[in-house]
Nanobody, 115 residues
Framework: QVQLVESGGGLVQPGGSLRLSCAAS????????MGWYRQAPGEQRGVVAV???????NYADSVKGRFLRPRDNAKNHVYLQMNSLKPEDKAVYYC?????????WGQGTQVTLSS
């Protein structure tokens, strides 16, 4: 069982930045494929960024160039640095860990853009 705890969401102005963190349990964290997903009201959950165990990064086209996703295997953490935030980035952001055939999810953290 892998437990994931997200933090760092909040209210931010358009054009601003936020850094989300995800703390993962487990001694083989370095083998997990870690992902960030988001879900806006009335929409399906979709992928934002994925980093493999070999640190290969993939981003959704909508966030390329704006979001960075470093990984710290020593601390069992992954991060999502979000820059130049847009109103359409408003969503609940979820951390995901994938290993073998299993998927684990955090509880989500809300990101809201002020008008």
């Amino acid at each position: 069982q892998v437990q994931l705890v997200e933090s760092g969401g909040g209210l931010v102005q358009p054009g601003g930045s936020l850094r989300l963190s995800c703390a993962a349990s487990g001694s083989i964290f370095r083998l997990y494929v870690m992902g960030w997903y988001r879900q806006a009201p009335g929409e399906q959950r979709g992928v934002v960024a994925v980093i493999t165990s070999g640190s290969r990064l993939n981003y959704a086209d909508s966030v390329k160039g704006r979001f960075l996703r470093p990984r710290d295997n020593a601390k069992n953490h992954v991060y999502l640095q979000m820059n130049s935030l847009k109103p359409e980035d408003k969503a609940v952001y979820y951390c995901n860990a994938h290993i073998a055939t299993m998927d684990y999810w955090g509880q989500g953290t809300q990101v809201t853009l002020s008008s």
